[in-house]
């Protein structure tokens, strides 16, 4: 093979992993919840843990196996099941929470979390919270990861 062959077989490897790299990028995030939600405050680790030791109460949405594997320190179990999209326009009627095991008190501080930015269950118990009349609640949406990851308390 010339010289000329291989540079050009090479810039055509290079710019096809480019592009790989690239749209699989591209997959990965669009999966990602979005960056806010529409009545609810965003919340890193830091003001979810401000807001938790103020009162408000944890809401873990994940299933009961990933509550039992561990979970931020008193947070509540309330389970999202979700059969809808992973998308900011999910068809809630797909899916189910057990909005009763939230406290009665409707302006009661409820922070929101899963398993991160992939995970929609923290955004879509939210949502489903929001659209039950809860005034205060808060999207802790990097959630059980960021928690660990600064060392705040889990059980």
Not at 119 to 140: D, E, L, P, Q
Request: proline fraction near 3%; include cysteine.
């Amino acid at each position: 093979m010339s010289f000329y062959s291989q540079s050009t077989v090479r810039n055509v490897c290079l710019s096809l992993t480019t592009a790989a790299v690239l749209l699989f990028a591209n997959t990965a995030s669009a999966a990602d919840t979005p960056a806010s939600l529409s009545g609810a405050t965003l919340v890193d680790a830091a003001k979810a843990k401000s807001r938790i030791d103020g009162g408000a109460k944890a809401i873990d949405a994940r299933v009961a196996a990933e509550y039992a594997e561990g979970h931020i320190k008193g947070a509540i179990s309330v389970a999202y099941k979700e059969k809808s999209a992973k998308a900011a326009d999910f068809d809630a009627s797909l899916d189910s929470i057990d909005l009763g095991k939230l406290p009665g008190d409707k302006n009661a501080s409820l922070v929101f979390y899963c398993n991160g930015a992939e995970c929609w269950k923290g955004y879509k118990a939210a949502s489903a919270a929001i659209k039950a009349g809860y005034k205060t609640v808060y999207w802790f949406r990097l959630g059980l990861p960021e928690w660990k990851a600064k060392g705040f308390p889990a059980e």
